[in-house]
């Protein structure tokens, strides 16, 4: 260190030495940028290898491509029809799936006796992988809505099942007591102490079957449907049209990143008492 | 409130298929202030469980009797640990075990106000003190205008000065309502200090191993040489006492 630098530190009142400010700005730039130079990168790849001809278009259009697709698919109101179906078809499948399974879990977690009637059914049904059921359901219900509403309701459920019944356990059996010194009756007890109690859990279950809903929709979709966003992968592939695939799959992102944000916020504001680090950030009154 | 009549003659519990309890007799009166001191572990809050009944005896007589010849006595719980729900605000929590009716949260009001927590009712039970959460706590065991105010260690896991203002809290709260009090505590100063009799629990299965009037008229003071003196004999009835400090082989100072 020459006696220059060491009269810079001494005029700028600083004992150790610290990054200039144009320096830092610049670590500040990089940091924001750190997020998005994966992506960039590969989108520069991806427009390098069409450019260098080491992949073909029928294989992997162009950025611009699909972006024109999506506005295409857009305007002529063809994307809403497919979204429209797939979202469709998700609710109803998810409401007939996490219903019964909240309501299951809870009388499972909360019962002995019901326990051990529905959970070794419940367990052994588990055993089979979920997609495995398919052609059952295509031969019962017919390739119908039906069937695929049918096998997106046993997606959903499983998890919210699980997940609840887990919850129902893990309830603090002190405050179980203080309800029963309070002559709580049975049903009191489990709306206003259990209940609660396994919210936390709850929501765990309803959030892997949200997704594990998605998973199947686009199962069911891929298999027997004529439309939603599963039904265009397989049409963009037989009719080798990769925009289209990819317009659905972005489609598909950003319905499933929207829907668990939804389910989180909904979350966040029924589980506000919770002690925890996210919950305990607020104002105190 | 007017308290009511406790009596357990011949009383055994078992937990687990332990005896806990063997010929277990205890009294209290309508309006009596009654400690319960033993070693830890003695079967102190099990007691307590069977006068509330969350603990049916093997054997032996359970009587609580409300004072005003009512049919049933209002029996009210206070944990060693708050409990409070705590996906309930703080005026929730209180006016959930209030007597149905109308005027709940009103009722919940003025316990809450009566415990010096009536600025707090909206609040979460997770931004409270420990001191504050078991005053709420007092407030949901004083909303059911009980005939009995059961305390388990109520006071074991706050400060020595939260202590202090909790245990004026509940003499307080005792002297307006009448209620009989039994307090389970293993802190022989608390226990000679706020009862009006003192019951030693020792042995396995525990039975009553002594029992002590304390006959000095409130207000007390916490120096009364007077205290002091029951004090020692009611360590005394607990076992023996190292008499000086910092001997290896004790831990009560006296």
Known sequence: MTVGDLSDLKAGGLLKARPTRPLRLVRLGLGAALPWLLPAGLLGLWALSLDRGWLQPYQLPAPPTVVSTFVDLLSRGELARHLGATLNRLLAGYLLGAGPGVLLGLLAGSSVGFRRFLDPTVQGLRAVPSLAWVPLFLLWFGIGEQARVYLIGLGAFLPVYLNTMAAVGSVDRKLIEVARAYGFGRLKVLFRVVLPGAMPGVFTGLRAGLSLAWMFVVAAELIAASNGLGFMLVEGQSTMRPDRVLVSLLTFAVLGRGSDTLLAALERRLLVWRDTLATTQEERP | ?254
């Open chain 2, 1 to 254: 409130m007017t308290g009511a009549t406790i009596r357990l003659s011949r009383t055994c519990v078992s937990l687990g298929g332990h005896p806990v309890l063997r010929d277990l007799y205890f009294e209290a009166g309508p309006g009596e202030f009654v400690a319960v001191v033993g070693p830890s572990g003695v079967g102190k809050s099990t007691l307590l469980r069977v006068i509330a009944r969350l603990v049916e005896p093997e054997a032996g007589e359970v009587v609580v009797r409300p004072a005003n010849g009512g049919p049933q006595a209002r029996v009210a719980f206070v944990f060693q640990e708050p409990r409070l729900l705590p996906w309930l605000r703080v005026l929730d929590n209180v006016a959930i075990v209030a007597p149905a009716g109308s005027d709940r949260k009103e009722r919940a009001r003025r316990a809450l106000a009566a415990v010096g927590l009536g600025d707090w009712e909206r609040a979460w039970p997770r931004q409270l003190s420990g001191g504050m959460a078991q005053r709420a706590a007092l407030a949901r065991a004083l909303v059911t205008e009980p005939h009995v105010l059961l305390l388990d260690e109520p006071f074991s896991a706050v400060d020595a000065l939260t202590r202090m203002r909790l245990q004026e809290h509940v003499l307080g709260l005792w002297a307006a309502g009448g209620f009989t009090a039994v307090l389970v505590t293993h802190d022989v100063d608390e226990a000679v200090y706020l009862a009006d009799r003192v019951y030693v629990l020792m042995g396995r299965p525990a039975t009553v191993a002594a029992e002590f009037s304390v006959g000095l008229p409130r207000p007390r003071l916490r120096e009364d040489p007077a205290l002091g003196r029951l004090r020692r004999e009611v360590l005394g009835a607990l076992g023996p006492v190292p008499l000086t400090a910092g001997r290896p082989d004790g831990n009560l100072l006296v």
